[in-house]
């Protein structure tokens, strides 16, 4: 081939329109300097001015036409020595090196199937050896865009998949450098599984891990870098908060295979929105556990109380039932459970102890306070500074022991009424044996004495009777009154233990869900 076929072919597509319209526009300018009157050089005038316009627009448009002429005979050569499925490299026993960078869009959680799903950027960039060209032989064009179908690309791609990847895009486009640097980047939906512990719910974090790497190439094949990962354009989650985004490259050796193996690991750290689960499920729950103490706040004698315990048992079942609709099933049972749990189990306990306080101020109850209790109750009493209810015990210890009031005996007195029936016997037989001896006068007289005797025992009858049914009354209200005294003590007791396990039960749910934050 001469010298002047090798020029030839360097001219630029782009040289021919600008010659021939030049060559044009000079035969034309040369033929109206011909005329010579006046009126002829006018028109000559106009007409190269038209000339000019013309040539000034054509110059713009012929250029741009030339330069896609350019593009397009340019991908035609690419083409031409390009091979889709082989890695674009001169020498093969070299390894390609990939850059692969990840921009988060946004991310969907599947809670109750464990899974998490996100929209991505996916960028790609390496070094295609066969696909370089010297801009000055193609219009100046250090720029093209291919159909990723039209180049070889790396089968980078999610290992540990929850289901079947989907491009958005499933004709993307690559960006490629007249010095042969590739960039494809395409929209990709991926889904991942990943493990939530919902033990610290609604204050809960998790990491999830998604990797990525060849599928066919080894590293020694596809020396994969890690690029990063990006949040700048990540539109955030109504119900989770993406906290931190990180990753890292993994080289593996197995003992099978001499060649590296390389996984990109991507980590993402989420925070559920807690603001919302506040206000509308632990604060209610929090103030109806205190709700608790309203049982024991009530008159400890009121039937009232026993209705309250079984209306608020009710209300936290139907909180224990809301939960499992919020919070998936998983391995782990949220401490929140358990609270909610616990305080069925203390309301369910605080009802029985209030029906046995109703019990103990019952006026049916008339057995006498243990003395054993007594002390228990006299003790509790002093601890919780019931002053009043330690001197009335006090007082009727001393009265029971200093005052010989005569003891109890199936709530009667033990009176000698028998001693006095028998004396009166003994003298209306006395009298009797007397009258056969007396005169008339005189036994009238003993007639009406033993009359009045029969009428003082009567009377004394009626008296001590009377009296045995006071002391059974009064040993009846002095009783009552211990037994209320006994639930009065007892109730208090309740309350406060009550409010301080609701108010630990409280607190070690915070301390256990807030702490890992």
């Known amino acids: 081939m001469t010298k002047g076929v090798v020029e030839k072919k360097k001219l630029k597509v782009s040289d021919k329109p600008f010659f021939f319209f030049s060559s044009l526009f000079l035969s034309i300018a040369r033929r109206l300097q011909l005329h010579e009157n006046s009126d002829q050089k006018i028109i000559g005038k106009m007409q190269i001015l038209w000339f000019q316009y013309l040539f000034a627009s054509l110059a713009l448009i012929l250029p741009s036409s030339a330069t896609k002429f350019a593009e397009h005979r340019l991908i035609t050569s690419l083409r031409h020595d390009n091979i889709p499925g082989v890695r674009p490299l001169i020498n093969a026993s070299h390894a390609l090196t990939v850059n692969f960078r990840m921009q ?22 390496w070094v295609d050896q066969l696909l370089t060209w010297n801009p000055e032989e193609h219009s100046k064009i250090n720029q093209i865009y291919l159909k990723e179908n039209m180049i070889w690309k790396p089968d980078i791609s999610l290992f540990n998949i929850a289901d079947e990847p989907e491009s958005t895009y499933n004709n993307a486009y690559a960006s490629v450098m007249s010095d042969g640097k590739v960039t494809w980047t395409r929209t990709a939906k991926h889904k991942f599984p990943c493990r939530f512990d919902t033990a610290h ?18 590293g020694s094949k596809i020396d994969l870098k890690l690029g990063g990962v990006s949040l700048s354009s990540y ?3 109504v119900r989770w908060w993406m906290k931190k985004a990180d990753a890292e490259r993994i080289v593996s ?42 049982l024991y706040l009530l008159p400890y004698h009121r039937l009232e109380k026993i209705t309250v315990g079984i209306t608020l048992f009710g209300a936290f079942f139907v909180l224990l039932m809301i939960m499992q609709s919020i919070v998936p099933i998983s391995d782990t049972i949220p401490y929140f459970v358990f609270y909610l749990c616990f305080n069925l189990g203390l309301i369910a306990l605080s009802t029985f102890f209030n029906s046995i306080i109703i019990n103990m101020a019952s006026e049916d109850n008339i057995r006498e306070v243990p003395k054993a209790l007594r002390s228990i109750i006299e003790v509790f009493a002093r601890l919780l500074c019931m002053s009043s209810i330690v001197r009335k015990f006090q007082s ?61 025992a009567a009377i004394r009858t009626f008296t001590s009777r009377y009296q045995e049914k006071l002391a059974d009354e009064e040993g009846q209200k002095r009783q009552l009154s ?29 301390f256990l869900a807030i702490w890992p934050l």
């Open 482 to 510: 211990e037994w209320r005294d006994v639930a009065r003590v007892t109730n208090r007791l309740f309350f406060l233990l009550c409010f301080f396990v609701d108010i630990g039960t409280i607190g070690a749910y915070l």
């Open 235 to 237: 539109s955030p989650n």
């Open 253 to 294: 050796y197995y003992p099978c295979c001499p060649e590296p193996y390389i996984t990109l690991v991507f980590r993402l750290t989420l925070q559920r929105h807690a603001t919302y689960y506040i206000y509308s499920l632990l604060v209610p729950t929090f103030l109806l556990s205190l709700f608790t103490l309203i």
């Open 396 to 456: 009727r210890h001393l009265i029971n022991a200093d005052f010989g009031i005569p003891p109890v005996t199936n709530n009667y007195y033990t009176l000698p009424l028998q001693d006095k029936k028998q004396q009166n016997n003994e003298t209306a037989e006395r009298d009797s044996l007397c009258d056969e001896d007396q005169p008339e006068s005189v036994s009238h007289r003993f007639v009406d004495q033993r009359r009045f005797e029969s009428n003082v």
């Open 201 to 218: 719910f609604p204050f809960e974090t998790h990491t999830c891990e998604m990797s990525f790497g060849s599928t066919i190439y080894d």
């Open 104 to 125: 988060i869009l946004s991310i969907d959680i599947d809670e109750y199937n464990q899974a998490v799903s996100f929209l991505s950027w996916d960028s790609a960039e």
